[in-house]
């Protein structure tokens, strides 16, 4: 059974930055994406950014794209999500997600993903 594990979330100030990891244990060798999503209040879940665990290939939203960054460890299991100039727009819960299997095209859907962390909050104010 996959287990994710996120940490890193906070409160900071706009302009300011966060380092969020996701530590995942259990992955199956099948697991092509892992993923950043997010989720403010009243709103649907969104996607931030996907990294794929092989190859290293990254995508992002067009609201983070140049502000944040994700990255992978392989040794360790563990994705990082660098965000830096935080606007209080990106104020969410994010949540780290993988997959069990290979689909072309669908890594920022939040349905292809099988296994989701319990999730960090990230507060930027104003």
């Known amino acids: 059974q996959v287990q994710l594990v996120e940490s890193g979330g906070g409160l900071v100030r706009a302009g300011g930055s966060l380092r969020l990891s996701c530590a995942a244990s259990?992955?199956?060798?099948?697991?092509?994406?892992m993923a950043w999503f997010r989720q403010a209040p009243g709103q649907e879940r969104e996607f931030v950014a996907a990294?794929?665990?092989?190859?290293?290939?990254?995508y992002y939203a067009d609201s983070v794209k140049g502000r944040f960054t994700i990255s992978r460890d392989n040794a360790k299991n563990t994705v990082y999500l660098q965000m830096n100039s935080l606007k209080p727009e990106d104020t969410a819960v994010y949540y780290c997600?993988?997959?069990?299997?290979?689909?072309?095209?669908?890594?920022?859907?939040?349905?292809?993903?099988?296994?989701w962390g319990q999730g960090t909050q990230v507060t930027v104010s104003s």
């Open positions: 990294i794929s665990w092989i190859g290293g290939s990254t």
């Open positions: 259990g992955r199956t060798v099948t697991s092509y994406f």
């Open positions: 997600a993988t997959d069990s299997y290979y689909g072309s095209g669908v890594y920022s859907l939040s349905a292809h993903y099988d296994y």
